[in-house]
T-cell receptor, first 115, second 115 residues
Framework: KAGVTQTPRYLIKTRGQQVTLSCSPI?????VSWYQQTPGQGLQFLFEYFSETQRNKGNFPGRFSGRQFSNSRSEMNVSTLELGDSALYLCASSNGLAGGPGEQFFGPGTRLTVL | AQKVTQAQTEISVVEKEDVTLDCVYE???????LFWYKQPPSGELVFLIRRNSFDEQNEISGRYSWNFQKSTSSFNFTITASQVVDSAVYFCALSGNTGGFKTIFGAGTRLFVKA
């Protein structure tokens, strides 16, 4: 099976701009979660989508949003970028079925730099 | 609130030494799951193990072993006869039923294994 893919891998933006990141989960996986990883805050949960519905949300401002398409691909959007949004954004997929959270398969991440 | 504490920021060992990575968690949930992930220098997180709150049985997988103790809220990870390829950041994570099983990660422990 192909792994989780994320595009783009690297991105440079300036403050005030917006950005859209994309994630393609493993075939058959219906759950996609997004995380922000920074040296200071570590790995923080952004949100999870399952079957096109947001199932869980972390404590991030409304500038961070996401969506999931019928083919389970997911996008996250950050509007009005701030310097503090510079981070590695990780996407993880899992089958998301009942029985508790399963193992997550992570993508390589998108490295976002905000200047 | 849920919390995962990995008190060891960095550990350095010489190859073939045994090393234990500590993980202490806090949750009021009765149903929860604990995970360990490895993040090698390449950056992609790799799933190592999942354990649910009703299964305190310790697990061994090759050189890796995990000790889950609900009495002390700990889920420690031991690498026996460490190898240079074990050098990575290791994350402990918790996912509880309150809040829909969103995953909370610890700060991570960076392990250096020297030849």
């Amino acid at each position: 099976k192909a792994g989780v893919t994320q595009t783009p891998r690297y991105l440079i933006k300036t403050r005030g701009q917006q950005v859209t990141l994309s994630c393609s989960p493993i075939s058959g996986h219906r759950s996609v979660s997004w995380y922000q990883q920074t040296p200071g805050q570590g790995l923080q949960f952004l949100f999870e989508y399952f079957s096109e519905t947001q199932r869980n949300k972390g404590n991030f401002p409304g500038r961070f949003s996401g969506r999931q398409f019928s083919n389970s691909r997911s996008e996250m959007n950050v509007s009005t970028l701030e310097l503090g949004d510079s981070a590695l954004y990780l996407c993880a997929s899992s089958n998301g079925l009942a029985g508790g959270p399963g193992e997550q398969f992570f993508g390589p991440g998108t490295r976002l730099t905000v200047l | 609130a849920q919390k995962v504490t990995q008190a060891q920021t960095e550990i350095s060992v010489v190859e073939k030494e045994d090393v234990t990575l500590d993980c202490v968690y806090e949750t009021r949930d009765t149903t929860y799951y604990l995970f360990w992930y490895k993040q090698p220098p390449s950056g992609e997180l790799v799933f190592l193990i999942r354990r649910n709150s009703f299964d305190e049985q310790n697990e061994i997988s090759g050189r890796y072993s995990w000790n889950f103790q609900k009495s002390t809220s700990s889920f420690n990870f031991t690498i026996t006869a460490s190898q240079v390829v074990d050098s990575a950041v290791y994350f402990c994570a918790l996912s509880g039923n309150t809040g829909g099983f969103k995953t909370i990660f610890g700060a991570g422990t960076r392990l250096f294994v020297k030849a």
